[in-house]
């Protein structure tokens, strides 16, 4: 495990703890958390392999929270000194004191034990913001040089984004954590233009809760993907518009990721089931009444929720509240069977405890329910994703993800691609153009009839799913191997757009 770096390790982050504590215990609270972060974000995009942004951003800060006389009272503050951190926790107990006055909903956590001091680092090996940024400048305009070097590619945009995120959480139940991960996300997008019109190909490489190693071979074969993107892109320009119809599906996890994020991920948050993200970002059809009957998929769909998972992008050793994080089953042999829960939540609805679901996107901001790493598990003896595709007589495969849309249950969707190929007689003919493919969540799911094993999974995910008002962004990722679904209904997206 990497050691905390010694310039967040020497805040004074115990004393500024101990001091928001215990003036808020003195001033009546009921549950108090205090939490210092130190949030470093770095993006570089360059344009035809010419450095066009650089960005460098830098936040620190602290929050306090309260539970008093069943309410929330929430403040934050920079001045990192012990007579701040306490007129901060003032504040928070203050405005718990202003607000009880419109509560119609007694506050109450889940219990969770008392963890003493803890300390967790992410898994990576190089932090990337001790590699120079000339270096990273040199190493995507040469990634981008190879695809301009080809004809058949005119313009690439590339860009990197990366985080480093340190979290510092004391409670008055007696659990101090301190905490440290890292994670990034390079792309590259090739531009093709053809008879006057053009398209886009994209490098599938998803973000991932790694170090700067990750550009350098471990985790992603680069070279491979840069050399094959000109030869996809001058295909998918060339290609035929899909015919309209039923087809089996082959669903690469490079685009699978998103369908599990929107259709599974958000709809067994317990929060949106109860209709607490009504007001922006909808509801779910998977409501409690549905949980332990509800046949969501197939026999053979298992979908975890993991907060543990090694390289994930919502991994972390506890959350922000204090919950040591887990694994647990959201779906079990196509059965709902679980949701996503924070403490408030999880004491709502009777659970004794918590699955580590709590994150604030920032030192100003109050932790909501937010998305773990949810994926679908592989099957142990599961065929490989050729072994899936020559199953299939009439068929489509897709790979990566693109434009997307879903109602506000997370019920009716569709989803496009970067590259779609047809199936024939078990074997690819070629690309298609203007492929969207059409369900609804249940009816998809228990469409799927065969898993991947585990060489045909990966990790996909984003850096950016929002929530809340004001809006919060959390990165999240979503495991996934390859799948096959029977007669899904195709659209021809263009012509879809066109009537």
């Known amino acids: 495990m990497r050691e905390i770096d010694p310039d967040f390790a020497a805040l004074p982050m115990r004393a500024l703890a101990d001091a928001a504590l215990s003036r808020a215990r003195e001033l009546g609270a009921e549950h108090v958390d205090f939490r210092l972060e130190r949030i470093r974000h770095q993006t570089l995009r360059l344009s035809d392999g010419r450095l066009e942004t650089a960005i460098d951003a830098d936040d620190i800060g602290f929050a306090v929270r309260v539970v008093k006389d069943g309410t929330w009272g929430f403040a934050a503050g920079i001045d990192l000194t012990t007579g701040a951190a306490a007129r901060v926790a003032e504040q928070a107990v203050e405005v718990a004191k202003v607000s009880a006055a419109i509560n119609r909903e007694r506050i109450e956590l889940a219990a969770e034990p008392a963890h003493g001091e803890r300390v967790w680092t992410s898994s990576y090996v190089i932090d990337p913001f001790t590699v120079p ?6 190493l995507l305009a040469d990634w981008s040089g190879r695809l301009l070097s080809d004809d058949r590619v005119a313009h690439v945009d590339a860009s990197l984004l990366q985080v480093k995120e340190y979290k510092f959480y004391a409670d008055a139940a007696g659990t101090v954590t301190t905490q440290q991960r890292v994670r990034l996300h390079p792309v590259l997008n090739a531009v093709g233009i053809r008879d006057g019109g053009f398209d886009t190909m994209r490098t599938l490489a998803p973000p991932v809760g790694r170090g700067y190693e990750y550009l350098t071979g471990s985790g992603w074969e680069w070279d491979d993907e840069l050399a094959r993107i000109p030869e996809h ?8 518009s ?20 929107e259709s599974i991920g958000h709809a067994t948050e317990l929060d949106r089931a109860l209709g607490y993200e009504a007001a922006y970002a909808g509801t779910s059809f998977a409501t409690p009444d549905k949980l332990g009957t509800l046949q969501y998929g197939s026999k053979i769909m298992n979908i975890v929720g993991d907060r543990t998972a090694e390289h994930g992008l919502a991994t972390i050793g506890y959350d922000d509240e204090g919950v040591e994080t887990q694994r647990w089953d959201i779906i ?12 408030r939540i999880a004491h709502l609805t009777g659970q004794k405890r918590s699955n580590g679901c709590a994150f604030a996107d920032s030192p100003s901001s109050m932790p909501l329910q937010r998305m773990a790493n949810v994926s679908l598990e592989a099957a142990t003896d599961g065929p490989s994703t050729e072994e899936l595709i020559s199953g299939v007589d009439r068929g489509i495969y897709v790979v990566g993800d693109k434009s997307w849309s879903i109602d506000m249950q997370r019920y009716n969707f569709q989803f496009t691609g970067q590259r779609f190929y047809k199936i024939e007689n078990g074997r690819l003919a070629g690309q298609l153009r203007d492929a969207a493919y059409q369900a609804n969540t249940t009816d998809f799911w228990n469409s799927m009839e065969a898993v991947g094993g585990p060489e045909t999974y990966v990790l996909g995910g984003a850096f950016n799913c929002g929530k809340g008002q004001p809006g919060q962004v959390a990165p999240v990722s979503h495991g996934t191997p390859s799948a096959l679904f029977r007669g899904v209904n195709i659209l021809n997206a263009v012509k879809e757009a066109g009537q």
């Open 233 to 240: 892109l001058a295909e998918k320009l060339a290609a035929p």
């Open 242 to 261: 899909v015919e309209a119809g039923v087809y089996d599906l082959i669903v690469d996890p490079s685009n699978l990721w998103l369908t599990i994020h």
């Open 332 to 343: 079990r042999d196509g059965r709902f069977v679980g949701y996503q829960l924070d403490r």
């Open 133 to 138: 940024i000339r270096d990273k400048v040199a």
